[in-house]
T-cell receptor, first 112, second 114 residues
Framework: KQEVTQIPAALSVPEGENLVLNCSFT??????LQWFRQDPGKGLTSLLL?????REQTSGRLNASLDKSSGRSTLYIAASQPGDSATYLC???????????FGTGTKLQVIP | KAGVTQTPRYLIKTRGQQVTLSCSPI?????VSWYQQTPGQGLQFLFE???????NKGNFPGRFSGRQFSNSRSEMNVSTLELGDSALYLC?????????????FGQGTRLTVV
């Protein structure tokens, strides 16, 4: 059974800092891994999708890496802004059909 | 291009009642999945539908059911509601199902059972 852990559970940083969010998973046989952000009471917004054959993906100030052998993914946020404040979730797809396991999330607060 | 639409956004129901939630996927997407999100359990997979067929099911009781129509719109039904069913219910659509494709989520339906 796939288990996904995100550390830290909460993070508070001053504006402008670069930061790293971590996601660990127990079963390395995955199809892909997706990072999302969730604002309070809202749905999930897709940030980056990394296929199992890829090592990293970049979008603007975001960079996500994947190391299947060690069961880890990191989300790097450069030059953080107050608008980045949200909960960040990683989701691991290791089943045949849309069977996705979510991490518990990292709640990020960027202080102006 | 319209995103994933979930209706209604908010619902209040009484214990023992039943409820139906609706999800309209992105045009062209054939896979729809449902998730339950609670503070204690986080996001948990309910089931996935593709071309009107349930392809996968999470570990939820039979009170939770769903279906998908020929236009890919999906409904989720919960019967005999319990207080513990109070949650944010999210649906996600993807092109084929997620071996390789990105999942897009709706804003969710907030269900409160009193």
């Amino acid at each position: 059974k796939q288990e996904v852990t995100q550390i830290p559970a909460a993070l508070s940083v001053p504006e402008g800092e670069n930061l790293v969010l971590n996601c660990s998973f127990t079963d390395s046989a995955i199809y892909n891994l997706q990072w999302f952000r969730q604002d309070p009471g809202k749905g999930l917004t897709s940030l980056l999708l990394i296929q199992s054959s890829q090592r990293e993906q970049t979008s603007g100030r975001l960079n996500a890496s994947l190391d299947k052998s060690s069961g880890r993914s990191t989300l790097y946020i450069a030059a953080s802004q107050p608008g980045d404040s949200a909960t960040y979730l990683c989701a691991v797809n290791s089943g045949g059909y849309q069977k996705v396991t979510f991490g518990t999330g990292t709640k990020l607060q960027v202080i102006p | 291009k319209a995103g994933v639409t979930q209706t209604p956004r908010y619902l209040i129901k009484t214990r023992g009642q039943q409820v139906t939630l609706s999800c309209s996927p992105i045009s062209g997407h054939r896979s729809v999945s449902w998730y339950q999100q609670t503070p204690g359990q986080g996001l948990q997979f309910l089931f996935e539908y593709f071309s009107e067929t349930q392809r996968n099911k999470g570990n939820f009781p039979g009170r939770f059911s769903g279906r998908q129509f020929s236009n890919s719109r999906s409904e989720m039904n919960v019967s005999t509601l319990e207080l513990g069913d109070s949650a944010l219910y999210l649906c996600a659509s993807s092109l084929e199902g997620p071996s390789s494709t990105e999942a897009f989520f709706g804003q969710g339906t907030r269900l409160t059972v009193v």
